[in-house]
């Protein structure tokens, strides 16, 4: 199984640039979620998602939309990106709720210069 | 808003002894786990404590829970120069409108097991 499957690894971007960070997730799980990590930060939820066409917001969630039109995919969009959201973004998804065991991605590198 | 805080921010010891990091929350809890972040990799589940539970057992791990502190600890046992890794608590808590469950992760205890 190839579990979370975050592409792409590495990204660099413009200032006002847009660009969708693409996640797939192969368990059949209906649970998805979007994080942020920054140094000394933690992990900081973005988005997330309880099934198809089922989306809301966690705790950063400006200047990222998502959406979730299949099981598998849930992809993250940066409207307009700005060097704030430099930053490392790992998608997680879960089996039996958003409160149970999470799994991670690799983790996407992205600098907004 | 930041709910687990682990203790210490960093460790450092020698192959074969024991680890122990601790973690802090502030509200009530469903459930609190435990994860693992090898650099540059994403973070993998190592074990879960209900809040009914006390004491939990995985391998070489043992999690303690002490809802009256609302605190946990992590205790890894026979370290080994493989368990270098940052470890997270994070913590299920229902969100403001009381119904989804989401975690909350605090900022993570570095750990470095020296051969």
């Known amino acids: 199984n190839a579990g979370v499957t975050q592409t792409p690894k590495f990204q660099v971007l413009k200032t006002g640039q847009s660009m969708t960070l693409q996640c797939a997730q192969d368990?059949?799980?209906?649970?998805m979620s979007w994080y942020r990590q920054d140094p000394g930060m933690g992990l900081r939820l973005i988005h997330y998602s309880v099934g198809a066409g089922i989306t809301d917001q966690g705790e950063v969630p400006n200047g990222y939309n998502v959406s979730r039109s299949t099981t598998e995919d849930f992809p993250l969009r940066l409207l307009s990106a700005a060097p704030s959201q430099t930053s490392v973004y790992f998608c997680?998804?879960?089996?039996?709720?958003?409160?149970?065991?999470?799994?991670f991605g690799q983790g996407t590198r992205l600098t907004v210069v | 808003s930041q709910q687990g805080e682990e203790d210490p921010q960093a460790l450092s010891i020698q192959e074969g002894e024991n680890a122990t990091m601790n973690c802090s929350y502030k509200?009530?809890?469903?459930?609190l786990q435990w994860y693992r972040q090898n650099s540059g990799r994403g973070l993998v589940h190592l074990i879960l404590i209900r809040s009914n539970e006390r004491e939990k057992h995985s391998g070489r791990l043992r999690v303690t829970l002490d809802t009256s502190k609302k605190s946990s600890s992590l205790l890894i046992t026979a370290s080994r120069a493989a368990d270098t890794a940052s470890y997270f608590c994070a913590t299920s808590e229902k969100n403001s409108g009381g119904s989804n469950y989401k975690l909350t992760f605090g900022k993570g205890t570095l750990l470095t097991v020296n051969p």
């Open positions: 509200t009530s809890i469903n459930n």
């Open positions: 997680a998804s879960s089996y039996r709720g958003l409160h149970t065991e999470a799994f």
């Open positions: 368990m059949n799980h209906e649970y």
